[in-house]
């Protein structure tokens, strides 16, 4: 328990003035704008969107500007931001097979119909510092090629043709859609539930998960059957207009995760797959999301639980950066009657073990007469 | 019936060009028509809707994030009402789509929005889409084998 403190005032207002300097920093230094950090810092955009839970670039980079880089921070703003909105309902469910593919790769199939795009990706980078990106850098105007009408089909759909892995589960007719902005998580908690406090999770917890899940941590033989980014038009069904209206498009990042096998005795064995959704180019966060979500399938498909990875309440219970960081970082504020009790506990057990000291080694004709 | 599906289809297809293009690009162009007296019916206000996704890509529905969402409504002096939804907390240009819907189903001002606002507008969205395509395509890898014990 922690408790108000009077008297602070006068230093919180000075130190948030402090903040704001530091914030700015050297005033000599040109402030950067919100179109710099969306335009140049793009991916932090992105992380703050999918783990702030809202896709709004603009809202994304103030936050990113207010926290002075600290993205937990900024996905607090964001959070704290959502709930100052009215809700207009729910969109229809995008579709990812119609998304306009930026990049898309698989590391199953060499030959995928629509190709292997690699699109602007870090991969094959030689992650050597770029002292010609230090000022005034202009890039190389992309190169150019025609673009193909083909289909770009999922990976798990081509599988799924042959019947060599597993189909996506479907919802039940009238079936509502679980959502833990409104209810609080219970367990065991079902996939969509699991699904949306995955793709709003902190991405180094995912990481280090799913890192573990390949380590040797509930292990699954996990391929990247297709990995996907790009653009994805967003649809609402609008009471009042009377018809789906198009709200524009969004940009996702999509991982779908093939698996080790499953199989029965009434059923041909085939492949299982964990899948892994966030807003923005989100490499990282949905290939280890993928990868957790695999995991945590292990009851559903009768494999051995217990690690870490699997046990959903572990992982769904410390996958939020905000609530953890809530907890953790509430230590620092007053706890200073919590303490005085502690205190004074402590001191009165020291006393008893003084005084219990004091009588073992009390004089040798005591303790005869005690025996 | 069919009348009215072709009207919401077209609706539909104006509102997928306006969502992508920027409130000053439509004022810009509606500026270039001669405009109905028209009112607010619903002021522009800022909200939230729930994004959707499937899991697999392909299954069963579940919530994947929100995203702002901006919405207004308008009513033509002469009856016509526009409804605008646009991602994102420009209220200004969700009352633009909204006023656009409304001319779109209007007789007397439907043909010059299409032509004058929604066309051009579309015809520049193709434009950055099939940048954005070539510009893709350029990254496209074209596979060949090294036939070994060879040269």
Redesign the interface.
């Known amino acids: 328990m922690y408790v108000a403190v009077k008297g602070g005032e006068r230093a919180i207002e000075n130190a948030h003035r402090l903040l704001a300097n530091a914030r700015r920093g050297d005033q000599s230094v040109a402030e950067v704008s919100l179109d710099q950090i969306s335009e140049q810092l793009g991916l932090a955009v992105d992380r703050v969107m999918s783990e702030g839970s809202l896709y709004d670039r603009e809202l994304a980079a103030l936050a990113i500007k207010q926290a002075r880089g600290d993205l937990i921070e900024a996905i607090f703003l964001v959070r704290a931001f959502r709930a100052t909105l009215p809700r207009f309902g729910a969109s229809e469910p995008v579709d990812t097979g119609a998304m306009r593919v930026r990049r898309r790769v698989s590391s199953t199939f060499k030959d995928i119909p629509g190709g292997q795009i690699l699109g602007p990706t870090f991969d094959y980078t030689h992650r050597l510092l770029d002292p010609s990106l230090a000022e005034g850098f202009v890039p190389e105007a992309p190169s150019m090629a025609e673009a193909s009408t083909a289909p770009t089909p999922r990976v798990t759909d081509i599988l799924g043709r042959d019947g060599l892995i597993e189909a996506s589960p479907q919802a039940e007719d009238g079936a509502s859609v679980g959502d833990l902005t409104r209810e609080p998580l219970n367990f065991p908690a079902d996939r969509d539930l699991r699904l949306q406090n995955l793709a709003r999770g902190d991405e180094g917890f995912l990481l280090a998960m799913g890192y573990s899940t390949q380590r040797g941590y509930g292990r699954n033989h996990p391929f990247a059957g297709e990995i996907r980014f790009g653009e994805v038009e967003v649809e609402f069904a609008a009471e009042d207009v009377g018809f789906v209206v198009p709200l524009g498009s969004i940009e996702l990042t999509e991982c779908q995760m093939v698996n080790q096998f499953k199989g029965s005795a009434t059923e041909a064995p085939c492949f299982t797959r964990g899948y892994g959704l966030a807003f923005g180019q989100s490499e990282r966060k949905t290939m280890s999301m993928a990868l957790v979500d695999r995991a945590l399938r292990a009851r559903e498909l009768g494999e051995e639980v217990g690690a870490p990875a699997q046990d959903e309440e572990f992982v769904l219970s410390h996958s939020d950066n905000v609530q953890a960081t809530g907890f953790v970082e509430h230590l620092k504020l007053p706890h200073y009657v919590d303490f005085q009790s502690e205190l004074g506990l402590l001191r009165k057990l020291r006393k008893q073990f003084a005084e219990a000291s004091a009588e073992a080694n009390a004089p040798d004709a005591m303790k005869e007469a005690a025996e | 019936m069919t009348q009215h599906n072709t009207q919401?289809a077209q609706?539909?297809a104006a509102?997928?060009v306006l969502?992508?293009a920027e409130a000053g690009e439509i004022a810009a162009r509606l500026r270039t028509i001669p405009s109905p007296g028209h009112q607010d019916l619903?002021a522009p206000?800022?909200?939230?809707?729930?994004?959707?996704?499937?899991?697999?890509?392909?299954?069963?529905?579940?919530?994947?994030?929100?995203?702002?969402?901006s919405?207004a409504?308008v009513r033509l002096a002469s009856g016509e009402v526009g409804?605008g939804?646009?991602?994102?907390?420009d209220g200004e240009k969700a009352r633009l789509i909204a006023l656009c819907d409304a001319l779109v189903q209007s007789r007397d001002f439907g043909a010059a929005v299409e032509r004058d606002v929604i066309a051009p507008l579309r015809e520049q969205l193709m434009i950055r889409?099939?940048?954005?395509?070539?510009?893709?395509?350029?990254?496209?890898?074209d596979?060949y084998t090294m036939v070994r014990g060879e040269g």
């Open positions: 919401q609706r539909q509102m997928a969502a992508h619903r206000e800022s909200g939230l809707v729930m994004l959707r996704a499937r899991v697999g890509g392909d299954g069963a529905p579940f919530n994947l994030g929100e995203a702002t969402v919405r409504a409804f939804y646009t991602l994102g907390r889409r099939k940048q954005a395509a070539e510009e893709t395509a350029a990254t496209k890898v596979f």
